[in-house]
């Protein structure tokens, strides 16, 4: 049914596009149609004003692809955090695949590797300025609107994307109005959460304060599964009993407080300056993992006896992980927790955003935006989501007597520190009369800010291994400029060039095990250059590189205005990921050959030390029409695609495929990154929504993309003349984005007033098909049904109340991805969040 609902929605979006046009010919004379909400809402709301091209425009006047939301919109979907905009922005994709900490977005089938500290292949900037996928999982209170531009954005963002951009814009200070809000939620797993905001003229009509802050609290949505699996009479029957006796936490809690403090002073009317602080800290347990796939019979003589020096005891770890599997899948609702007391997931953000605008005149004018971030990200996760499966207590003469440390599979921890620094400067003109363009400079640089690194620990019998000292920096600087030039009175010329230069580097030091701790950037590259003409120097597994990349990025289009309302546009675009580096360094003689492992007779990473430039090359061609039919209204927007993905990333997985054995010096801690294939992505999407009068709206957007691989990369991990070159197969590249990914929506403000409230219900239904993980493995598509009543202006008052239910019929879906891996013993991933529901009460004042 579904492979027939899909092209049977785009085939009847086509033909309306069709028929719409010529209607609003006829109609040319009327008032233009006014552009709704790009989810459903009640009539009235007005335009949607966007920054696509960093100033601000209607929807329905930007020559290229854009999703919008507003702060209505969003609460009608519930959208308590930003990951929630997937399920109403169809073709967007969030995989938390490292963690709590990470949010790895994908958009047109390009997004983020799990592994490094690149530029996300598509980028989330907030006010403005770009925030890493490490520590962007942010809150969404106080929100003015959420828009989603796809394609590359190469021309006039801070950074150069080849996926699209997020904007997430706060509300901003009221020069003139005293008001606020305050907003409780109460709800399932003891969900609360109390948020408001005050705006606060000091001066009105030049300087005006806004604060806003929010806390949430959950309890854990997902269970511990140890104590009753070990309580099973199989468990029992091998001899094995329960190591931490009952006492384990649960997953996936919410514990976060937020506050932003925002401040406008305008002197004149020409001048204006806007400041915005923001601090963020969640202190939570890991979100659970399912154990997808357990098969360990291969690794026992390989990995779990050399570990145990007891065959019936490596046969039993074996059996009790393969049980865990199928308890697991009867339990999808729970986690092993593994011996790692529920895991961890710390995250702290501190956050300045300055806005400079000064009118030079009525037709020139400058803008300067500076922001500053520290984030700090402290995880742990039993990434092997399987329980313990020994408890030690073997004779081991190396420690000298009785080892008791639980034999740990698969711990994934992580600590970074880092801080970002952003400065875009802009000068802006516009004619009045249609001739209008920007020209800017932008530096951003980030880099360590504290002790950071990695502790992968697989099968290990010794307890965790000490962490590494991870460090890396990236410096961007470019300029960039773009005009639209009018042809004629409908006849647009769009063109815009930025010429970049980056540089990377890179310090890292295997683990400590004196101190157990990473040390910070300026400590690591002195003790690299401490070692530098010793004997060891080359084989000591510490190193630093650094590699440098310059690229020019363009866009070329035309818009066409039929009709007041109805735009015809096409536009192609250059988008690139600049180079960068795996690390540790590959200089010593394990991951340079001759050396043995588990899976090779020899492996040569020096080729694979920088990984290339990506570039995406698209051409988008759409329309946008606003239309009138009788007493209704609505918007109808298409766009057509194609992009050529040249160097398509892929990862290899040390821990998953075993390629070298558990501290090899100079080896990657988990993955590194190859360039893999070259690929073709094409696709259509639609957004459109109808209001048949002022009460109902319905609204569909969706995307069909199609991922074709037109070149496998080599990949040679033996030298340049070895015998392992080869490539991944088909099969194995990723194909992030699902096939089909659609959102149906309605808002419907019934016709009696109880209490003397409106009453509105609202809903959306988001489907989409399979979707995206590792090596090539699809995450299942699913469907997702939300719901929500409020009750606005009680009594007439400022008072609302509303009720929502997520989730509806309590679907179990793949959310994401942890290890999924062909060589790998375990596979793990994500499941979504189960059915919730909530109370909020608001008042406005």
Not at 105 to 116: A, C, N
Not at 130 to 155: H, M
Not at 598 to 607: A, E, F, K, P, R
């Amino acid at each position: 049914m579904r492979k027939l609902l899909h092209p049977a929605l785009l085939a009847s979006s086509a033909a309306l596009a069709v028929a719409l046009p010529a209607h609003a010919q006829d109609t040319e004379n009327q008032d233009s149609a006014e552009v709704e909400l790009a989810e459903a809402s009640p009539a009235g709301q007005g335009e949607i004003i966007v920054t696509a091209r960093r100033t601000d425009e209607r929807l329905q006047d930007v020559p290229v692809a854009v999703t919008a939301f507003d702060s209505q919109a969003l609460e009608r979907s519930t959208v308590q955090e930003l990951s929630d905009v997937r399920s109403i922005a169809s073709g967007l994709n969030f995989n938390s695949e490292g963690g709590k900490s990470t949010t790895n977005v994908s958009l047109r089938g390009i997004g983020q590797l799990p592994v490094g500290l690149t530029t996300p292949g598509v980028v989330t900037y907030f006010n403005n300025i770009a925030i890493p996928s490490l520590g962007s999982s942010i809150p969404t209170y106080d929100i003015a609107n959420i828009q989603v531009l796809k394609g590359p954005q190469g021309t006039l963002f801070g950074k150069s994307t080849l996926g699209g951009a997020i904007l997430v814009n706060t509300v901003q200070p009221d020069l003139y109005d005293f008001g606020g809000y305050v907003r409780g939620t109460y709800g399932r797993y003891e969900y609360r959460a109390l948020e408001g905001a005050i705006n606060i003229p000091i001066i009105p009509g030049t300087v005006a304060l806004r604060v806003a802050g929010q806390i949430r609290r959950q309890d854990e949505r997902i269970r511990s599964l140890d104590s009753d699996f070990f309580a099973l009479p199989e468990v029992q029957a091998l001899g094995v009993n329960d190591p931490n006796a009952g006492s384990y936490p649960g997953f996936d809690d919410i514990n976060n407080d937020s506050v932003r403090a925002s401040l406008t002073i305008k002197p004149t009317d020409r001048i204006s300056n806007t400041t915005v602080f923001e601090y963020f800290e969640a202190d939570e347990r890991a979100a659970g993992l399912f154990l997808y796939k357990a098969d360990f019979a291969p690794f026992q003589n390989t990995a779990f006896l050399p570990l145990m020096g007891d065959p019936a005891r490596a046969a039993a770890a074996v059996s009790l992980a393969n049980l865990a599997a199928d308890y697991a899948r009867e339990n999808p609702r729970g986690a092993f927790d593994g011996g790692i007391n529920g895991g961890r997931a710390y995250r702290k953000s501190i956050a300045v955003v300055n806005t400079t605008d000064v009118d030079l005149s009525d037709s020139l004018s400058i803008r300067n935006i500076f922001g500053y971030r520290k984030n700090t990200n402290d995880q742990g996760i039993n990434t092997g989501a399987v329980p313990i499966l020994d408890q030690g207590g073997f004779s081991n003469p190396f420690l000298g007597g009785l080892v008791t440390q639980p034999f740990i599979v698969y711990y994934a921890e992580q600590r970074y520190v880092r801080d970002y620094i952003d400065n875009d400067f802009q000068l802006i003109f516009d004619s009045g009369s249609g001739l209008n363009g920007i020209l800017g400079a932008y530096y951003s640089v980030d880099g360590p800010a504290g002790p950071s690194g990695d502790q992968f620990t697989t099968f290990s019998s010794l307890g965790r291994i000490p962490p590494t000292t991870t460090h890396v920096k990236n410096q961007s600087f470019a300029i960039y400029s773009q005009i639209t030039i009018p042809l004629n009175e409908r006849l647009n010329f769009n063109v815009g060039g930025r010429y970049s230069w980056d540089k990377t580097q890179f310090c890292y030091t295997p683990g400590n095990p004196a101190t157990f701790e990473s040390v910070s950037f300026d400590e690591c590259k002195q003790n690299i250059a401490d070692r530098v003409g010793t004997p060891t120097e080359f084989s000591d597994g510490f190193g630093r590189a650094s590699t440098k990349d310059d690229y020019p990025t363009w866009t070329i289009g035309f818009d066409y205005k039929v009709n007041p309302d109805l735009m015809v546009y096409i536009t192609s675009r250059r988008g690139v990921r600049p180079r960068n580096l795996n690390f540790p360094l590959f200089e010593s003689d394990p991951v340079t050959c001759p050396s043995g492992n588990y899976s090779l007779s020899c492996v040569d990473l020096t080729g694979y030390q920088t990984i290339k430039q990506e570039r995406v090359t698209d051409v988008e061609i759409g329309e946008k029409l606003s239309f009138f039919l009788g007493g209704a209204r609505g918007r109808l927007n298409l766009a057509a695609f194609y992009s050529k993905y040249e160097n398509a990333t892929q990862f290899l997985s040390n821990s998953g495929n075993f390629l070298f054995p558990r501290g090899t010096l100079d080896a990657p801690p988990s993955s590194f990154i190859i360039n893999a294939a070259d690929l073709s992505i094409y696709g259509v999407e639609i957004d459109a929504s109808v209001s048949p009068d002022n009460n109902l709206t319905i609204g569909f957007n969706g995307a069909i993309t199609q991922t074709d691989i037109d070149e496998l990369l080599p990949v040679n991990t033996n030298g340049e003349l070895g015998p392992n070159v080869g490539t991944f197969g088909e099969g194995q590249i990723n194909k992030l984005t699902p096939t089909f990914a659609g959102t149906f929506s309605a808002s419907w403000i019934a016709p009696v007033k109880p209490a003397d409230a409106d009453l509105i219900f609202s809903g959306d239904l988001y489907m989409t098909a399979d979707y995206g993980g590792q090596q090539g493995f699809q995450l299942e598509g699913y469907s997702l049904a939300n719901g929500r009543i409020d009750l606005k202006g009680i009594g007439g008052s400022s008072f609302d109340l509303g009720f929502y239910l997520k989730n509806i019929f309590d679907v179990e879906y793949q959310a994401g991805v942890s290890v999924i891996l062909p060589a790998a013993p375990y596979n793990s991933l994500y499941l979504g969040p189960p059915r919730t529901w909530g109370v909020e009460a608001s008042y406005s004042f």
